[in-house]
T-cell receptor
Framework: GQNIDQPTEMTATEGAIVQINCTYQ??????LFWYQQHAGEAPTFLSY??LDGLEEKGRFSSFLSRSKGYSYLLLKELQMKDSASYLC??????????WGAGTKLIIKP | NAGVTQTPKFRVLKTGQSMTLLCAQDMNHEYMYWYRQDPGMGLRLIHYSVGEGTTAKGEVPDGYNVSRLKKQNFLLGLESAAPSQTSVYFC?????????????FGEGSRLTVL
């Protein structure tokens, strides 16, 4: 079966660094997406990885290991506005997205 | 630009009633999608469209119908609503499908079926 696992909830402190992990098992693999979703709002795109390694985009970085079926999203210099859910999604061999349930990130001052 | 707009934002239905959710995008995107989002679960694809006049079933199509008569609009219909269809519905669009990168989502439509 196809499965995406990510922690349900994480807590971090303003100004700190947090890493949100995602493991995936899909029928084939064509890339890994991360989206941010504030409560009551639409998901918005953060990153797309298809090759192994780390991609940095400002305060956010995303890492992929295809051999391990593993990705993480790294958020640096956390701000209160980063409080949101972070959705991991793997694209399978049919280019369909399989979504994780999301990780709710709580930032404390 | 408005991006992706969904109407209505909120709706309460009684079991057996019908309704239509409208999604409109002004980005000239070919691909459009309807997802549902339920607590503790990932987004699940209901139906999608790869262009005007085309529709295809997603992961959870039962109880829903869709139409794409115009490129910019994608309608989701519930013929006979059931409590299991209580959910938040998201429409999304993309230029070239998921392989081309990001999806642009609407703000969601919260549906409650009593």
């Amino acid at each position: 079966g196809q499965n995406i696992d990510q922690p349900t909830e994480m807590t971090a402190t303003e100004g700190a660094i947090v890493q949100i992990n995602c493991t995936y098992q899909t029928s084939g693999f064509n890339g890994l997406f991360w989206y941010q979703q504030h409560a009551g709002e639409a998901p918005t795109f953060l990153s797309y990885n298809v090759l192994d390694g780390l991609e940095e985009k400002g305060r956010f970085s995303s890492f992929l290991s295809r051999s391990k079926g593993y990705s993480y999203l790294l958020l640096k210099e956390l701000q209160m506005k980063d409080s949101a859910s972070y959705l991991c999604a793997s694209m399978d061999s049919n280019y369909q997205l399989i979504w994780g349930a999301g990780t709710k990130l709580i930032i404390k001052p | 630009n408005a991006g992706v707009t969904q109407t209505p934002k909120f709706r309460v239905l009684k079991t057996g009633q019908s309704m239509t959710l409208l999604c409109a995008q002004d980005m000239n995107h070919e691909y459009m999608y309807w997802y549902r989002q339920d607590p503790g679960m990932g987004l699940r694809l209901i139906h999608y469209s790869v262009g005007e006049g085309t529709t295809a079933k997603g992961e959870v199509p039962d109880g829903y119908n869709v139409s794409r008569l115009k490129k910019q609009n994608f309608l989701l219909g519930l013929e006979s609503a059931a409590p299991s269809q209580t959910s938040v519905y998201f429409c999304a669009s993309s230029y070239g499908g998921t392989a081309s990168g990001e999806l642009f989502f609407g703000e969601g439509s919260r549906l409650t079926v009593l």
